[in-house]
């Protein structure tokens, strides 16, 4: 145990994300990820079906690529089946991450397992409060109930349970968003995590 040293994540260049502020108009509800169903993406689609029935204003990004290699990966067929049931707006792959959690709210990853997610990294460095799975590495890249919530994994009724509940708690919402910013910056920031590489391999 004296010889193991835990990195959290590959870390994030604060400087990219500086639009921290909430911004205007209808809450944005934000998934960036590659679309594996193992990622959550039914389940946040379900989550945005279930919402939107409910009457409840809301806009829901769907952003990432297909991955077709990957056995958990959605076809095109299917993405054009949600894109036709018009719950999520479908924005494809994105090269500016700032820029997309700028317009955004609130960053929802539902994901099955993760390593550490380098979307919810990026979502606190955005100041942005999160919704993602109790599981291994989403719940450790969040402080439960202090930058983010947790659900339930494979549940999308909880899903739109608490992003109604950061939908209708704009003060939450943006204490949380603050709380991940501060989080960001104490264990997130790169120069950080290169000089703790740096320090393994010297050690």
Same mark, same amino acid.
């Given at each position: 145990? @004296?010889?193991? &040293? ?18 205007t ?8 990820? &590659?679309?594996?169903?193992?990622k959550?993406?039914y ?8 919402? @939107?029935e409910?009457?409840?204003?809301? =806009? +829901? +990004?769907l ?13 095109? @067929?299917?993405?054009?089946?949600i894109?036709d049931?018009? %719950?999520?707006?479908?924005?494809? %792959?994105q ?8 317009r955004s ?7 099955? =397992?993760e ?11 955005a100041? =942005?409060?999160?919704v993602?799975?109790?599981v ?24 739109a ?5 950061l ?9 949380m968003?603050?709380?991940? =910013? ?18 393994? %391999?010297?050690?």
């Open positions: 145990s @004296k010889k193991v &040293r835990l990195l959290k994540g590959s870390g994030v260049q604060l400087k990219n994300f500086f639009k921290l502020e909430d911004p108009g209808i809450p944005v509800v934000c998934f960036a990820a &590659r679309l594996l169903v193992d959550g993406v389940e946040f689609v379900s989550a945005a079906k279930l919402l @939107k409910k009457g409840i204003q809301a =806009r +829901f +990004f952003a990432g690529d297909l991955d077709t290699q990957n056995p958990t990966g959605i076809t095109n @067929k299917d993405l054009e089946k894109k049931d018009k %719950y999520v707006e479908v924005l494809g %792959y090269n500016d991450i700032p820029l997309l959690f700028s709210h609130i960053i929802c990853l539902p994901s099955y =397992r390593g550490f997610p380098k979307a919810l990294i990026e979502a606190a460095a100041g =942005r409060a999160v993602t799975t109790d291994p590495g989403c719940r450790d890249a969040i402080i439960p109930n202090k930058t983010g919530l947790l659900v339930p994994v494979r549940d999308a009724a909880a899903l349970n608490a992003i109604l509940d939908i209708k708690n704009t003060e939450k919402r943006k204490t968003g603050i709380a991940g =910013r501060e989080l960001a910056e104490k264990e997130y920031k790169i120069e950080n995590i290169v000089d703790a590489h740096i320090k393994i %391999y010297q050690d």
